[in-house]
């Protein structure tokens, strides 16, 4: 709608002066995303080889940080990666000197940070479910650990880590403030834009939001079709 409530599309059509925002918003999601896998992964794996105890404490151990405010955590990192900062201090003393924060990456390393538990967590619940005999099936069969892990445990794993992707690019793609915070002026996400005209234009923001949900629910689609083949394999 316009300001007056009237139907319109005119609030659609200048939403081009933006794909740059969207395109850095997609770019940086996929690799918060990839990163997050390639470290959860094994993190998950290696949770369902210990004990119950030590699973408990290390679940413990990955969730307790969630329990602190959002922007809290962001401040927390704005600490340790500002001038004069700890990584400055210790890279500093080992001879390397550089900016550390007002970039892309302190942008996907906070999206990593913020975003690693709802990686994990699907991936390690899906492994510990795993039927041991199944494993046990496959070396009696000759199979070794390498094997084993690419034709039982890998495929077996897949329905988490779907649930892990999605639920890592969705809110990564839409996030503002960790941009906000951690990145520079070239760091402009799709959220950032959002939240700016959100205050002076809500119409214009509703439609970048529209375009937006759009792009998220065709995600949605495509990694629930990805889910139901392996439902079906």
């Given at each position: ?5 009237a ?29 997050t ?15 119950v105890?030590s699973?408990r404490?290390?679940f ?51 999206m990593?940070?913020e975003?690693l ?17 199944l494993?046990?099936?496959a ?10 892990f ?37 760091d ?8 700016k ?7 214009t923001?509703?439609?970048i ?25």
């Amino acid at each position: 709608t316009d300001s007056s409530g009237a139907f319109t599309l005119a609030n659609l059509s200048g939403l081009g002066q933006y794909k740059k925002a969207f395109a850095i918003s997609i770019i940086y999601a996929a690799a918060a995303t990839l990163i997050t896998l390639i470290l959860a992964y094994p993190m998950a794996y290696f949770m369902t080889k210990l004990n119950v105890s030590s699973q408990r404490m290390l679940f413990m151990i990955v969730m307790i940080p969630m329990w602190m405010n959002f922007l809290l955590r962001i401040y927390a990192w704005i600490t340790i990666l500002q001038k004069n900062g700890p990584v400055d201090m210790a890279l500093s003393f080992l001879g390397i000197h550089g900016t550390y924060i007002g970039n892309t990456a302190a942008v996907v390393l906070g999206m990593v940070y913020e975003y690693l538990p709802f990686m994990m967590l699907p991936i390690y619940t899906v492994m510990s479910k795993i039927d041991g005999s199944l494993i046990e099936a496959a070396q009696d069969l000759g199979s070794n650990n390498g094997a084993v892990f690419r034709k039982v445990i890998f495929p077996l794993s897949m329905p988490g880590v779907i649930s892990g992707i999605t639920l890592v690019f969705v809110p990564s793609a839409s996030t503002f403030l960790v941009s906000q915070y951690l990145g520079g002026t070239d760091d402009i996400m799709i959220g950032d834009i959002i939240d700016k005209i959100f205050w002076t234009d809500q119409n214009t923001g509703s439609a970048i939001s529209l375009i937006l949900m759009i792009f998220i629910f065709v995600f949605l689609v495509i990694m629930n079709f990805f889910g139901d083949e392996e439902a079906i394999a």
